[in-house]
């Protein structure tokens, strides 16, 4: 049955000739209007408008309606509508999101690692993967860049980018109201309003109230868990005092009050008791999952976020030729999260993580246009961030002597400092009439200044095992040069095909989980670096009514920064539990992508996308595979797959407007999308994996004949398929092996009316 469903995605994405697309551009005509083409789709990727079919990049964008169709209320929505993305919330938390671009992403959540994947909001690089879980309330539009980015961009990423425009004043006068409410306790409310004030100065305010009970509850006490109580406010202030010159002030705070985010334990966990051995307190979940749940945190303790920030972005028309822009900002994220790692009602795995992170970036842009063959871009970035968190582990559970129970208590104290300077220059010369050619470089340098201080408390009878390890005020900068190129031909004005070369650069960071003399000492890990190789084809048909793309690629990705799990000295009465972090890995991944749209006659939007992932290890080189090593372990230490990363994903979306005359449009739609079977955790262990699966959305939409109200329904999992979307790995704690799911089969009712 599965592969029925991925040949029936093939199928449609093949459908129409030159329609392997930009995904998701269904049409919402008004009144009595029937589409006769699909509309032109414009991206900023290369941070200049230009249409995304004459853009040597594989990239998808999703405006607002596309989004709704997608039935997204968060970045997450995403999911399966972007080839060769991995996109899901985070493990364990509310607020952050995990992000992995064809086999690249960032496989732990910690804060002392970088997110692979660059997340950007009006252009302002954020550089923590919490507080990333967007909530999509007043988004122009979305575009999402694979392959490594950074000679056009403030940071460098070796993944993609996934980048978010909100709606400038100027251009969206008027506004909009919208509620929704659904089960689970769903109930959000949406609102946009914007104006001129002159013809000089332009404003906008978007706020969001977006709550659920969530899809998971204790079965004692019937508390519900996996929830959402989200607020978020964004005020907007344009100003065009001359024609050559345009600012915009950016104002946002988002905060986020919710209970815990609970997994489910998919491995026996154990305790070590130093007389009686290994003992199992709770066997391994199997079977379907029941959404009942126990942890060991009491009310109160659940997830507090709150992300605030302003940008100002300037820009200046110097002359007819050269435009300057300048990009400005400060963010602030202030979270206090309790995460139950283990899931169950044992202290093993409970953690606190609190941040207190704030960044400044400033950013400059130099364009120079000669108006007909030839666009250079000059770019300068810096940024420094600063990360402060405390964190506790609590572990009673964790050791015992004859059944009873020894207290643990970890404390630990760090600061992370980060500085990154840019340079980068990126030239687009049109040589012949046909032939365009693409070249640039970016010259990085980062550097991280790192202290920390753990604090181990033990109960009685091991209290002389309490010590408190410095880590000492460090610190390390990596540089790197990166270079891109790429050479479009243009076949005829409705047919281009290109070449490319990236490299993209992460750089290197400490352990933030180093909690031994040793690991401090080793602390350190190095950069990593990917070159990727692309062809692509990107065609229109000449009626406007089929547009496509393919790209194919290969990836050398190297020095993958992996943090394992590992037990040093297992035959000891207290064995030494480490997370080192190795630059263990050269990974070559290749790939093939087509997305498509096809306009069929004059109301019918057939859309999709279909992509293949070969994603495997030249080499992981991990000490644990040394007999030699203190913590050999043959049977737990696996590397064959690739974590996140798939070999089929597919998705086919259609959908058909019925003209009602003088009572608006009914519209209907659907997709199904496909997924293979995908790896949860590095140390690829079988608990933690995910089969194929297939899941399937429906929607339906109102508009009145002018478009000022509109009713939507849809149900999202409509087959209630249950999935794993991530994992927690600690296998040398406990045997901790927690997964997290997607959610089941959930509907939804909106109202909106637009002003």
């Known amino acids: 049955m599965k592969r029925k469903y991925l040949s029936m995605a093939v199928g449609c994405a093949l459908l129409a000739p030159a329609a392997f697309v930009q995904a998701q551009e269904q049409q919402h005509p008004a009144g009595h209007q029937q589409a006769t083409q699909l509309d032109e789709v414009t991206v900023t990727a290369r941070r200049r408008t230009e249409s995304i079919q004459d853009v040597p990049v594989a990239v998808s964008a999703f405006g607002e309606e596309q989004i709704k169709d997608l039935q997204a209320s968060t970045v997450e929505g995403l999911q399966g509508a972007v080839p060769n993305m991995n996109i899901a919330q985070g493990r364990g938390s509310a607020n952050s999101v995990n992000v992995f671009i064809r086999g690249i992403g960032q496989p732990d959540a910690l804060q002392t690692f970088d997110p692979g994947v660059g997340m950007y909001v009006d252009d302002v690089y954020y550089s923590r993967i919490n507080g990333a879980l967007f909530s999509l309330f007043d988004i122009q539009q979305l575009e999402v860049l694979r392959g490594p980015q950074g000679t056009l961009y403030g940071k460098n990423s070796t993944g993609g980018a996934i980048k978010l425009t909100t709606k400038n004043p100027f251009d969206n006068e008027g506004g909009a109201v919208e509620v929704t409410a659904g089960d689970y306790g769903r109930l959000e409310g949406r609102f946009y309003v914007s104006g001129k004030l002159s013809d000089t100065f332009a404003a906008s305010v978007a706020g969001a109230k977006i709550t659920n009970d969530g899809y998971v509850r204790d079965a004692d006490t019937g508390k519900h868990y996996n929830d959402d109580d989200t607020e978020a406010l964004r005020v907007k202030l344009a100003f065009n005092p001359a024609d050559n010159f345009r600012a915009t002030l950016s104002l946002d705070t988002t905060k986020q009050d919710a209970a815990l985010t609970l997994g489910r334990p998919m491995a026996n966990l154990e305790r070590t008791d130093v007389v009686l051995g290994k003992v199992v307190l709770k066997p391994g979940e199997t079977g379907k999952w029941d959404r009942r749940v126990r942890t060991s945190f009491k009310d109160g303790q659940g997830q507090y976020l709150k992300h605030s920030g302003a940008s100002l972005a300037m820009d200046w028309d110097i002359d007819e030729q050269w435009t300057l822009k300048s990009i400005s900002a400060y963010r602030k994220l202030k979270t206090k999260s309790y995460i139950d790692i283990d899931a169950s009602e044992y202290e093993l795995g409970d953690v606190l993580v609190a941040l207190d992170q704030n960044q400044k970036s400033q950013e400059f842009q130099l364009h120079y246009d000669n108006g007909s063959n030839l666009h250079l871009t000059f770019g300068a970035y810096y940024m420094k961030e600063n990360v402060p968190s405390y964190q506790e582990a609590y572990a009673s559970d964790l050791f015992g002597v004859l059944g009873s129970q020894v207290k643990f208590l970890r404390t630990i104290s760090d600061d992370l400092e980060t500085t990154s300077k840019a340079a980068f220059a990126h030239a687009n010369w049109t040589f012949a009439p046909s032939w365009t050619l693409a070249a640039g470089v970016r010259w990085t340098k980062d550097t991280k200044d790192y202290e920390r201080t753990t604090s181990t408390f033990w109960g009685a009878p091991f209290t002389g095992l309490n010590e408190t390890v410095p ?42 989980r180093a909690n031994s003399a040793y690991e401090v000492r080793t602390a350190r890990f190095n950069p990593e670096f990917v070159w990727t190789y692309e062809a692509g084809l990107k065609g229109t048909s000449a009626d406007r009514r089929f547009r496509g793309s393919a790209a194919a690629f290969y990836s050398n990705y190297s020095d993958f920064q992996a943090r394992v799990s590992e037990i040093s000295n297992p035959g000891s009465m207290i064995p030494d539990f480490k997370f080192p972090v190795l630059n263990a890995a050269k990974v070559n991944i290749k790939g093939i992508e087509l997305e498509g749209s096809a306009l069929l006659g004059e109301a019918t939007t057939l859309s999709g996308q279909l992509s293949w992932l070969d994603a495997k290890y030249d080499r992981f080189d991990d000490p644990r595979h040394d007999p030699a090593y203190p913590g050999y372990d043959p049977v737990n230490v696996i590397h064959d797959h690739v974590p996140f990363s798939p070999d089929w994903t597919a998705r086919v979306a259609l959908q058909h407007v019925f003209g009602l005359g003088d009572n608006g449009n009914l519209t209907f739609g659907g997709d199904v999308s496909y997924r293979g079977k995908t790896w949860l955790s590095v140390d690829n262990r079988a608990v933690l994996s995910q089969d194929a699966y297939t899941l399937v959305g429906v929607y339906g939409v109102w508009d009145s004949p002018q478009m000022a109200w509109q009713v939507r329904a849809g149900v999202r999992n409509l087959t209630d398929r249950q999935y794993k979307t991530e994992g927690q790995e600690f296998a040398s704690i406990a045997n901790i092996q927690t997964a997290y799911y997607g959610l089941p089969r959930n509907w939804y009712v909106s109202l909106r009316y637009n002003f």
């Open 471 to 512: 880590f000492p005020a460090t610190s390390a900068s990596w540089t790197a040069m990166t270079p891109s190129v790429s050479l479009q031909k243009a076949f005829s004005d409705n047919l281009m095909g290109y070449v490319s070369a990236n490299r993209g650069f992460k750089s290197g960071g400490f352990n933030g």
